[in-house]
């Protein structure tokens, strides 16, 4: 293993698994880390993969953006590919930026936040296969224009105890349940 994947391996084996999901995620993830090496950071449908992403916030803690998205027809955090690159904090920060079209997100910690295997499914020719997401926490204020990209339908500020009201699914209300229940 690298010395990049090496150091990534240790952050997932210190990081806190906040629900049975993360946990069983984390495994997964490290998992194939190992089995896969810097493949695991391509693109490629006939294989499971990491992406990146990050839940945006404001400043108060109060909002959480989330981008309705084109492909999948749900209400998610921004994220995606690595597309070869190992530098997971990178990709988030990235896919941030273009997806909710602001160049100011910046990084509330630069820990991992949550960790999440999710099914991605067959779409025409691709069949199919499991994003291993690694998540972190972003910050935006709320009243600056976010233009978006073309890979959402719309973004859309909520308040934190507003998100089930978009979502039922627990690994984007993971962020709700951190803020709502902080760790003591």
Same mark, same amino acid.
């Given at each position: 293993?690298?010395?990049?994947?090496? !150091?990534?391996d @240790? /952050?997932?084996?210190a990081?806190?698994? @906040?629900?049975a999901?993360? !946990?069983?995620?984390? &495994?997964? %993830?490290?998992?194939?880390?190992?089995?896969?090496?810097?493949?695991?950071?391509?693109?490629?449908?006939?294989?499971? *993969?990491?992406?990146?992403?990050?839940? =945006? #916030?404001?400043?108060?803690?109060?909002?959480?953006?989330?981008? *309705?998205?084109? @492909?999948?027809?749900?209400?998610?955090? $921004?994220?995606?590919?690595?597309?070869?690159?190992?530098? =997971?904090?990178?990709?988030?920060?990235?896919?941030?930026?273009? !997806?909710?079209?602001?160049?100011?997100?910046?990084?509330?910690?630069?820990?991992?936040?949550? =960790?999440?295997? *999710?099914?991605?499914?067959?779409?025409?020719?691709? +069949? &199919? *296969?499991?994003?291993?997401d690694?998540?972190?926490?972003?910050?935006?204020?709320?009243? !600056? $224009?976010?233009?978006?990209?073309? /890979?959402?339908?719309?973004?859309?500020w909520?308040?934190?105890?507003e #998100?089930? &009201?978009?979502?039922?699914?627990?690994?984007?209300?993971? %962020?709700?349940?951190?803020?709502m229940? +902080?760790?003591?």
């Open positions: 293993m690298t010395d990049l994947l090496a !150091e990534l @240790k /952050e997932l084996a990081f806190q698994p @906040k629900d999901r993360a !946990e069983e995620s984390r &495994a997964r %993830v490290r998992a194939l880390l190992r089995s896969r090496g810097l493949a695991a950071f391509n693109r490629s449908p006939e294989a499971d *993969h990491i992406t990146a992403s990050g839940f =945006v #916030l404001s400043p108060d803690r109060s909002l959480a953006l989330l981008m *309705h998205h084109r @492909k999948l027809d749900l209400w998610l955090q $921004p994220g995606g590919h690595c597309d070869g690159n190992p530098d =997971v904090r990178a990709v988030a920060a990235r896919e941030v930026s273009e !997806e909710i079209g602001s160049p100011s997100a910046r990084f509330i910690s630069r820990a991992i936040f949550d =960790v999440d295997v *999710h099914e991605i499914p067959a779409r025409r020719s691709e +069949p &199919a *296969h499991h994003h291993h690694i998540r972190f926490l972003f910050e935006v204020d709320p009243n !600056e $224009p976010l233009p978006g990209n073309n /890979e959402s339908l719309a973004l859309r909520l308040r934190i105890d #998100l089930a &009201a978009a979502t039922d699914r627990p690994s984007v209300l993971v %962020v709700r349940h951190a803020l229940q +902080p760790d003591t």
